[in-house]
């Protein structure tokens, strides 16, 4: 057990990279796109409104305590953080029957924010409204051009951009 959340990070770390790689400025809704066919699988419009109204109380994970207490009391402190972001990704992969790669581009699109992501898995639209980060999004964020900046401002708003500098360090 104690070596998942290495694994899942190693994933997330290739998702990232593959995000990173093949992520184009028209393909910035793949996850919508499979979204609105799964709607159409079947899911009855109880239920899609009864997920619509699913807050972050819904989605509690169990403590993670017994984790901790089996790995060495050396490790860092971040190996729990860790093993709550692997529990948050299998919660998803479940709920929405998608694979890790599905739900990991998900984060990655939505900066890593769980509530986004949940809204993001469930309707295909962000939150707040804004269209969610391409790989074309990050590369001009990295340009040190105010104009640019001010264009990326503009389609996702400041807070936003503030966020996904923070995020893209990390």
């Known amino acids: 057990q104690t070596e998942e959340p290495a694994q899942s990070t190693g994933l997330f770390e290739a998702a990232n990279r593959e995000f990173e790689s093949t992520e184009s400025g028209s393909d910035t809704s793949d996850i919508s796109e499979e979204l609105s066919t799964q709607d159409g699988g079947g899911k009855s419009p109880g239920e899609t409104e009864s997920g619509l109204k699913a807050g972050p109380e819904d989605c509690a994970l169990p403590d993670t305590q017994l984790q901790r207490e089996e790995r060495p009391t050396s490790t860092c402190s971040s190996s729990s953080v860790v093993g709550e972001v692997v529990k948050t990704m299998q919660h998803f992969m479940e709920k929405f029957g998608m694979d890790l790669f599905t739900v990991t581009?998900?984060?990655?699109?939505?900066?890593?924010?769980?509530?986004?992501?949940?809204?993001?898995?469930?309707?295909?639209?962000?939150?707040?409204?804004?269209?969610?980060?391409?790989?074309?999004?990050?590369?001009?964020?990295?340009?040190?051009?105010?104009?640019?900046?001010?264009?990326?401002?503009?389609?996702?708003?400041?807070?936003?951009?503030?966020?996904?500098?923070?995020?893209?360090?990390?």
């Open 105 to 170: 581009q998900a984060f990655l699109k939505n900066t890593g924010e769980v509530e986004t992501t949940l809204y993001f898995l469930q309707t295909g639209e962000r939150l707040d409204g804004y269209p969610v980060w391409s790989r074309e999004d990050d590369l001009e964020l990295q340009k040190d051009d105010e104009r640019v900046r001010n264009k990326l401002i503009a389609k996702f708003g400041a807070e936003n951009v503030a966020k996904r500098v923070a995020f893209r360090k990390s």
